[in-house]
C-alpha cells in the first residue's frame, strides 16, 4: 500500500504539487540541513574520536626517494594535529591519487612530453583515526624529478565527514584557488630550471665541440676518441632539443586558459605583479635581454654562469630533491600559503555554522538595497581580490595577447609565440567551456594509461551521481563506494611498490578496504550539485570560523577572536548562542572584556583592528571599520542605556538623522560614549564615514551634512567659545549630550519602539549579544522602512487629484505599521536614505542634501 | 492701552530682538532640506536666474559659477575675470527663432564679459574700459544693455559699443532703471539723473534730460515699481516715490528709527549709529508694494494708498541686505547671517475702531517721544497697519547673507560671505520628487 508522504513524493513533479507552497517556508536554498543526530542534546559534543582538535590542511608529497611524506601542516602548529599519525594519513592521501598524470615518452613520440595534468579532488575517510579529508592532487614540475613530475597534496582534515562532504564544492573551488597559485609558480620556475639547464648544455656541447675538433686534428677523423666524442655531441644536441621542447611546452601554457576569462585576468595580473616583483632583487634587465636573444655570445651577459655538466645524469637516489618552495616562484608561493590560510580560516567550526554564516551572505547578498543602513561592509566581497593582489593592484595589468610578442616576465612566458602549433590534440578536446576549478582530464590520448595507471578520474559510473541531491546521495553513495574501493586498493599497492613501506599499511588492510568506502571520486560532485547559490556566496575568504568544539576547551582568548572576527550576519541564532551563552557562565563581564581587549590585539590578523586604541577609541578614522568593532561597542552601548535614562532620546535622535554631538572636556569619555552609539548610525559607511569620534574644531554646517554623530571638545579657550558659538547657531539641527552635566538636549520622544530597542533594565548581559539584539530590531526597521519606500499606493496619486489622498495613506500606512508620529520621521529618514542609495548607488558622491525638522527641544537630565 | 499700540510696540522694539526668538517650532516653514554648494573662494555677491533650472553666482573671487538648482551641480565654472565681480546680470534675446540666455558680468579690472552658460564659453570680452561698470541694466525691447558707472555705456548684444556718455562727477552711477518712452533713470549719488535714448535708425544717442535734486543723501536703492512708479531710497531714510513718466514726487516719506531720547549722552554717543541704521540698503516692490530695508529692520509701504502697511524696527540683528515682496509674505536677509520670512497680518485690535482720540493721542505720543526730525514724518495709517510677523528663519551661513534668489517651489538659494551658497527646499516636495524617480527606475529595470 502506498503511504500518503509516498503519494506525495511522487505527485511533487506535477503542476499539482507546484499550486501548493508554504508562504513562511524559506526558499530551498536558504535552508540548513537539521542536525543528524536528534536524540543527542548537545550538538557540539565530540561525536567521533579524532585524534586532533581542530580542522587542519595538510601538504603531503609522494617523494621518489621516500615515498609519502607529510611536508606542512595549516595552521603550522603541533597541537593542532595532537597525536594524529600524519605520516599515515599522508600514505593514505597520496595513495588515492587518480591523477592521469603519465609524462615520459608517449608512443609515436620521440620527446618527452608534458602533461599539464588537471588536478584531481577526492573525499577520503579514515574511521580508525577518525579523519576525513578532502583531498587535492596535483602535480609539480621538476627537472630532476623521474619523469619531470612531483606529485604532491593538499587535503583538508575534519573529523566531521558531513562538513566535507557538503562543503566538497567549496572546498574544491577554494583548494583549485591555491592549487593554480602553485602550479603557476611553478611553471616560472620550471621554465627557469630549463633556462639554465639549456644555457649549461650549449655550453657543454661548445666546449665538446672544441674538444671533438681537437680530438679530429690530433688522432684523425675515425679514432675511437673522436666517435666518442662525435656520439657524445650527438647526445648533447638530442638533449638541448627535448630540453627546448619542454621549455616550449611549459612556456605555451598560458594560453590554454585563454577562454577563461577569469583565469587569464589572475595570470595577467600574477605575470605584472611577478615582472614588477624581479625587477627588484634580481639583474632582471640583463635577463630579459638574455631571453630575447639567445645567443652565446649573451651568455656573459647573464648573471647565471653556465655549468659544464656530466653527459650522464646522477643517480636517482643521489640527488637532492628540491623542496616544495624552492619548486614554485616564491611570490606565488607565498600566494599559495596565504589562500591556503584563508581556507583553513573560512572553514573554521561547524558544518551548521559555516552553513549558517553561508546562509547569512547568500542573504545579505539579496538586500543590496538596504543592506547599507545597518549591514557591516562585507569586505571580503572587495578585499579578498585586493588582498591577494595588492602588489599588482597599482601596476599597470598587462594584457595576455602581449605575452606572444614581449618578453614580460622573462622565465616562463617568452616563447608564447609558439602557441598555436604547441597544442596537442588534447587542447581540442577540452573545448567545451572550461573553468578553472573544472576537473577534466585528459582522457583521450592517455585513455589507456589512466586505465593500466588505476585512476578512474574519468570514471563514467561515477559521474552518473553528478546531478544528486544530498539527500538521495546516501543510496547511490554505497553503491558507487564498491566500484571505488576495488581501485582504491589497487593503487596503495601499486604505490607502494615504488615507494618506501609504511608499517601501518600492513596492520590495518582491511581498514584501507573499509575506508576506501569514503573515496569518492570528484566527478561525483561535478557542477550540478543543488546548492549553486550557496557555492557562489561561500567563497568569502576572510570568514573567520572556529570550530565551537573547540570553543569550550580552547582558551577565552581565541573564543573571543573567533567570535569578533566572524563576519555573518547578525541574527543568525546560532551566533548569538555560541558567542554569549557559552562565555558567560565561565567568565565575569569584566574579564571577559579584558580579554576581548587584550586579545583582539594580539590575535587579530586584521591590521586595521589592531591599530585601535585599546581603551575607548572605537576606531580609527580611515581604516575600515569591522564587525569586532561594532561588536564591541555593544558593551559600551549596554552600559549607556544602563547609566543614561535618556537613551532612548539619544537613539532616536541618531535613528531619525539628527546629529547628535557628544560635547565633553575628557576625550576618553567623549570617545567611549560615540563608540556606544557607533552602531545606532544608519548608512554608518565602511570606514564609519559618518561619524567624527573626537573633534577640537569649531565645526561648520558642511560637517552636520557629512557627520551624524560628533565628539566635541569642550575646551575654555578662544576656541573652545566659537564652538559653543556654532553649537547655539546650529541648535536646531543638532542634538546636544553633554558628558560632564550629563544632559542631553534634543526633541522629546515617547515611543515604544526604542524602549524595546534600549531598555535600561535589560536583562542583556554581554555587549555583543546586545549587539545582536540591536541588529535584529534595526533589521526589523529596515524591512519596514524598505517596504514604506516601495510601495507605490503610498507615494503615487491615483490620478492627477489625488495628491491630498497620498498623503494621508502614507500616514496611514505608517499607523498600521504601528508607529507613532516620532517613530515615523525614523522609517522616512531611512527611507529618504535608501531612495538616494537606490539612486546614486553606494557611491556617496555628489552633494548630498540634509533634511531637518523644525521640532523644539527639551533639556534631558539624568 | 492706546498707549500700548504704539508705546508698547516701542517697548517692544527696544526688547524685540528677544521677541523676535521664534524658537524651533516653524510649522509654516517649508525649508526643511538643505545643500550646500561649495566652489567660491570668497564672499559670493550675486545670483542671477538664468532659467527654471541654472544660476549664476559671482562673488569677490572673480569666479562665475553656473549651477543645476536641482542637483546643486556645479555645472560650469567661468574664468577670466581677475578681480572681483561688480555686477552680473542674465540677458535673453531670440536668435534664430529660439530664446538664449547669455550672461553679462562686470569686473573690477574694468572688464565686461559676455558668457555663454550653455558652453561655458566667453563669447566676448571687453578690457579696454576706463572704469569699473557698479551696474547693468537691459533693455530688452531695444535688443540693447546699458552699463553705468563713471560713463554711460550703450551696448548690443554682441557687445559692440553704441554709444557712450562720461560724467564729470566722482560718484558716477550706482543704479539705473528703465522708465517707459525709452527713458532711464539713474542714481548718482544724492541725484537722479533721467536720461533719454534717441533711436535714429541704428544710431542711439543718450541725453541728459533732467536732475532730480531732491534727496539730502546718497541714494542707496532705486526700484522700478510699476510702469507709472519707481522709487528711490537714501542713506537717511529718505523714501521717495516718482512719477515715472513726468518724474514728479509722488509720496515722500523720512523713515527715522529712533529711540526715545532718555539719555542725552547716549543719543550723542548713539547719533552716528542711527545714521547707518536708517539708511534703505535695499528695496522690493510687487507693484503694489514697496518694501525697504531700513537699517536692520523692514519697512512695508502701500504706493497705492500712500501710506504704511507695517513695520518692524529691529527685524534683524544686523543690516538687512536684500528683501523679496510675494503677496503677503516677505523674506529678508542680513549681515547677521540669516534669513527671515514674515507674514502680514492684521493686528488683533478689536477696540480699534472705537478709538476716536487716538490719533491725538498717537500725535501727541509720538511726535514728543519719536520725531524731532524736521519736515519728514512717519505717521503711520493706523487703519490700514498690519503687523509684521515672522514665520520662519533658515539658519545656516556663517556670514552674512548677501542675497537670495527663488526659485519658487525648487527652492531658495543664499549667498553669503561665508563664501557658500545653500540651496534650502521643501522636504517634503522633495522626499516626493525623489519617490518617484525611484519608481521610474524600477519601471526602467523592471523591479530591483
Known sequence: MIGSPDVVAFTKEDDFGDSFSDPFSLPEEFSVPLFAHAANANPWTKTSYAKFSKDFILISEFSEQVGPQPLLTIPNDPKVCGTFDLNYFSLRIMSVDYQASFVGHPPGSNYPRLNFVEDSKVVLGDSKEGAFAYVHHLTLYDLEARGFVRPFCMAYISADERKIMHQFQELSSEFSKASEFLKSGNRKAFANELEKKLKDLEYTRSVLHKEAELQKMNNGCYSTQAIEKANELANMEKSIYEHKDLLRQITSYPSRKKKDVHFVQRETEKLADTSVLDDTPNSNPSEIADKTVETENDIRKSSYTPQLIKGKSAKCFDKRLKTMEELCDASFFHQTLEQLNIIEKSFRGDLCFIYTSQIDRALVGKQ????????????????????????????????????????????????????????????????????????????TSEAADTETKGSFSSDKSIEAFGGVSPSSLQANYFDGLERKSKVSIASPSESASSSVAVPQRMTDGNLVLMDAACCIGQEGFVFEEPLPELAQECCGDTVVNREPLSLLQGDPALQMDYILEESALAESPNMGLTFSELNTGVLSEEVAKINIEDVSDSTSFMSASTSSDRAVSPFTYGSALTLKQKKKAGHNALRFIRQYPFAQQAIFCLLSGRTLVILGVDEGTVRKLVNALLFFVPNLGKYGETVQPWLSSPFQLIDLQRWKLIGLQRAASPAGSSILHSLNRYSRYISILDCDSKTLRCPPYKGTLISRLADHRTQIKRGSTYFLHVQGMLTQLTARAFLYTFCHHIHLPMDINDQGSVTSRRTNFLLQLGYTVEESKIVQYLSELIKQHYMQGSSKGGNQSFCFNYTTSYLYKI | MLRWILGGREAQGTVESAALFIGEEQPKNCFTEMQVLKGHFDIVRFLVQIDDLRFASAGDDGLVLIWNVETGECLFVLRGHTQQITAMTSYTFIRGGTAHTALITASSDRTLSLWDPDSGNRVQNISDLQSSVKCLLVLAHLDVWLSGGNELCVWNRDLELRCKMVHHSDAGISAMVELPKNFIAAAMDKEIVIFKLNLSGSDIAVMAMRHLADHQDTIRSLIHINDRLFASGSHIGELIIWDSVDWTIQAYEHILWEEPARDSQSEFKLNHQKQIERSIQHMSSDGEYIVAAVGSGLYVYNVLMKSVVAYRRTAHDSNILHTMLQRDSLMSCSEDGSVRMWELQDLPLPAEPASSGFFGMFGTFGRSSKQTGPPAKKIPEVPGLRSLELIGDLIGHSGAVQMFLSFKEKGLVTCSTDQLLIVWKDGELQSQLRSLAVFQKLEENQGL
Open chain 1, 368 to 443: 543590496k538595497v538596504t543592506s547599507f543602513l545597518f549591514e557591516a561592509e562585507r569586505e571580503w566581497e572587495n578585499e579578498v581580490p585586493l588582498k591577494n593582489f595588492s602588489i599588482s593592484s597599482n601596476n599597470p595589468t598587462v594584457p595576455i595577447l602581449n605575452l606572444t610578442g614581449e618578453p614580460l616576465s622573462l622565465e616562463s612566458y617568452t616563447s608564447c609565440i609558439d602557441i598555436d602549433h604547441m597544442k596537442p590534440g588534447v587542447e581540442s578536446i577540452e573545448g567545451p567551456p572550461e573553468s578553472s576549478l573544472s576537473d577534466i582530464t585528459q582522457e
